[in-house]
């Protein structure tokens, strides 16, 4: 039997990731406006979700913290440092990938941890590690493990088959 809308609210915890799941596109459309959560990236009082949130509108490093880490899971060592992480998202965010949005799948908030299924699109205008740009949009599921505090992102993990992304690309 299909769970009505009353069993989903007596379910408690699970209905909430339904609530998370129905808000992140309305959360991040507030986000965009530039008017929600003006402190975030100055480290003020706000909550794991809402610093992610904010950070998701605009991929923008400053909502990391300055010793934060960043691995892309498909390379050896992480990105540490909130430059460095500005330079890692730069490659996919207006770098070698222009043209891109994304599609939210799932989103888990728990304390001070969220995680993110999503899918990244984008179009290679740009040098991608040492490829040349081939013009190729591409369509790549990721996951994204984040860890807040103090109104900061601390570490990010990004988890996705490189071999998707290179094969799209146009190089097998």
Not at 17 to 36: C, D, E, K, N, R
């Amino acid at each position: 039997m299909r769970p009505n809308r009353t069993s989903l609210v007596m379910i408690g915890r699970p209905c909430l990731l339904v609530a998370l799941s129905i808000a992140l596109p309305i959360a991040i459309a507030f986000a965009q406006t530039g008017t929600y959560l003006p402190g975030a990236k100055t480290g003020a009082a706000v909550g794991s979700l809402e610093v992610f949130v904010a950070f998701m509108a605009d991929h923008d490093a400053g909502y990391y913290a300055e010793d934060a880490e960043f691995h892309v899971m498909a390379m050896p060592e992480p990105y540490v440092g909130r430059e460095a992480i500005a330079g890692a998202l730069g490659v996919f965010y207006g770098g070698a990938f222009t043209d891109t949005h994304v599609d939210y799948l799932s989103l888990v908030a728990d304390g001070h941890r969220v995680v993110l299924e999503f899918v990244y699109h984008g179009t290679n205008t740009g040098d991608f590690m040492h490829w040349p740009a081939t013009g190729a949009r591409v369509r790549v599921p990721m996951m994204g493990i984040y860890e807040v505090h103090d109104g900061l992102i601390m570490r990010g993990r990004l988890y996705f088959d490189f071999a998707t992304l290179l094969i799209q690309l146009g190089h097998d």
